[in-house]
Structure formats: structure tokens, C-alpha cells
């Protein structure tokens, strides 16, 4: 963007001073404020035009002429004086001799933006950017390609906006799906854990219930043979744990069905 000072100081440039009013930036503040609901056909047919809304370019355009002129390009005395007439008129709105400075004796450049200025009369802040752009581009054939080339780069960054925002919702995404199968197999191991739990606490209840008379029957079967004993004990421990949880869970479903 192109401050309101860059007027004045674009007044300045290499054909001598102009006599901007009093309050100029207040007033240019005032008058320039356009909102964006309010965009007018003037804004529309710029848009399609040139890719950026009359206010864009015009900032655009100004910062272009106070940058590039007398260097990549020159225009006469004439063609300068009204273009610096045309920011007056944005910024200041219709010349007010009330609100501006007197001129110099000797201040011819002055003189002529001025009366360039006066003659805008009404003219509304709209028309005058788009007087100034319209000389620009007809006076300056670089102004459209550099205008092209920051449409270009525009686009160019917002496409790599995208994609970058594409990047970060697509590793959020793979992020959160992560998490996801990590607290699910977290899950999983928490209820392996607990069923893991649940069972040896039941065994050992069983197996002090069944102890005794598993002991004695290994016995009988495997006499003198403590290490055919065990086998056999732990094989009836796990046989009876199986049978109990089968006539628990057979009373589940008949509960569930009652």
C-alpha cells in the first residue's frame, strides 16, 4: 500500500514542490475509505479488467509512478502535472482554496498542478483513480506487465498458500489418525490387561476351591510321580476355569434373553 504522505512527496520529485491542503491525511482518510460492501461498477469492471479492484491498482499504480518514473520510464511535463492532479483529487477530494496553503511567487510547477487540480472540479475519488491509472497505462507501456507480473506472483503465493494449508490439514489429518489407533490399541492392551486380571484372579479362587481333591485324584492316577501330578492338576484347573466360565456366560445369555 502507498501511504498518504507518498502524495506529497511524489509533488516533490524532480519538477519542483506542490502545495498539498492542511489536514491532508485526515481528510484523505476520510474521503478514501470505501467499504468493501459497497463495491461499485467502476470496481467490478477493474477487477475483470485487470485482475485487482480499482483501489488495488490504484495504489498499485502510484507506488509504480513514484518508484519507476524518470527511471525505467519518463513522461512530459504536462501528462505529470495531471497525474499528480489526480492524487490531490483522491486524497484531498474537490480543491478547497480554504483548506490549502498559498502559493509561492516563483512556484510555476505548483501553479500548474494546482489549476490542473482545479479543473478536476467534482470529480468524485473513483473517476480521478481511474483517470490516473488510464494516463499511466496509456503514457507507460511498462505498467501493465508490471501489474501482469503481480497478479502472477499473487497468484503464485496464494497457490502455494493452498498447498501448504493442504500439507498441514493432510498431516493433522494423518496426525489425529494416528493418535487414534494409538489410544485404540492402547484400549486394547488395557482390556487384554484386565481380562488377563480377571482371569487369574477367578483360577485362583478356583484353584483353592478344587486344590484338595484334584491333588488327590492326581495322585491316584500318577502314584510316586510328583511331576505327572502337576501336569495333571494344572490340565484339571484350566479344564474346570473353562467350564465355569462357560456356565457363567450360558447365565448371562439366559438373563439377557429373560
Avoid at 475519488?125 to 481511474?130: F, P, Y
Avoid at 487414534?180 to 479362587?205: G, T, Y
Wanted: proline share 4%; hydrophobic share 30%; glycine share 6%.
Amino acid at each position: 500500500s502507498v501511504p498518504a504522505a507518498s502524495v506529497a512527496a511524489m509533488a516533490n520529485a524532480s519538477n519542483g514542490p506542490v502545495r498539498s491542503c492542511p489536514g491532508g491525511e485526515e481528510t484523505g482518510s476520510k474521503i478514501s475509505g470505501l467499504p468493501q460492501s459497497q463495491v461499485t461498477s467502476e470496481q467490478d469492471a477493474c477487477t475483470v479488467t485487470w485482475g485487482f479492484t480499482l483501489d488495488q491498482l490504484y495504489k498499485m499504480a502510484t507506488a509504480f509512478f513514484k518508484e519507476h518514473e524518470g527511471k525505467a520510464f519518463h513522461i512530459s511535463y504536462e501528462d505529470k502535472v495531471n497525474l499528480v492532479a489526480y492524487t490531490l483529487q483522491v486524497t484531498h477530494g474537490k480543491y478547497n482554496p480554504e483548506r490549502c496553503k498559498p502559493l509561492g511567487y516563483l512556484d510555476v510547477v505548483g501553479r500548474d498542478r494546482r489549476q490542473a487540480w482545479i479543473s478536476l472540479g467534482d470529480t468524485d475519488r473513483e473517476t480521478a483513480m481511474k483517470k490516473f491509472i488510464e494516463l499511466l497505462n496509456l503514457k507507460c507501456p511498462l505498467f501493465r506487465p508490471f501489474v501482469e507480473a503481480h497478479k502472477a506472483d499473487m497468484e503464485e503465493k496464494e497457490r502455494k498458500r493452498q498447498e501448504e494449508e493442504e500439507e498441514r490439514r493432510r498431516e493433522q489429518e494423518e496426525e489425529l489418525e494416528r493418535q487414534r489407533l494409538e489410544e485404540e490399541v492402547s484400549k486394547q492392551e488395557q482390556e487384554r490387561q484386565r481380562q488377563l486380571e480377571q482371569k487369574r484372579l477367578i483360577q485362583e479362587a478356583l484353584n483353592r476351591q478344587t486344590y484338595h481333591q484334584f491333588k488327590a485324584y492326581a495322585e491316584q492316577q500318577f502314584p510316586g510321580n510328583p511331576e505327572q501330578q502337576g501336569v495333571l492338576i494344572r490340565q484339571l484347573q484350566e479344564q474346570h476355569y473353562h467350564q465355569y466360565m462357560q456356565q457363567v456366560l450360558s447365565q448371562q445369555q439366559q438373563q439377557q434373553q429373560q
